[in-house]
């Protein structure tokens, strides 16, 4: 789940409205994590992320990203994305 909402919040990264950056994002660490509730096969995971904090003068961005199972909070927590090239 946490590599998951990571991937999604690299997304929320290339959204014009958050400046639409086309550089690599590297998943940096985490934070927070907490897990509230098991999921097991078959459920569904709606994963979202907020952006907290975008320096672009170091390439940093600070994201809270939350898992949901039926509404439900089953994991959520702090990301660190970096940008960088390969």
């Known amino acids: 789940m946490v590599e998951a909402m990571a991937q999604v919040g690299g997304l929320v990264m290339l959204q ?3 400046g639409g950056s ?28 907020t ?11 600070k994201m809270e990203g939350k898992a949901y199972v039926g509404g439900e909070v089953v994991c959520d927590g702090e990301f660190l994305m970096a940008t960088g090239s390969e």
């Open 16 to 18: 014009p409205e958050v």
């Open 51 to 61: 952006l907290i904090k975008l320096q672009k003068r170091f390439g940093i961005a």
């Open 22 to 49: 086309r550089e690599n994002f590297f998943f940096a660490g985490i934070d927070k994590v907490r897990f509230w509730k098991p999921v097991i096969a078959d459920d569904t995971l709606v994963m979202r992320m």
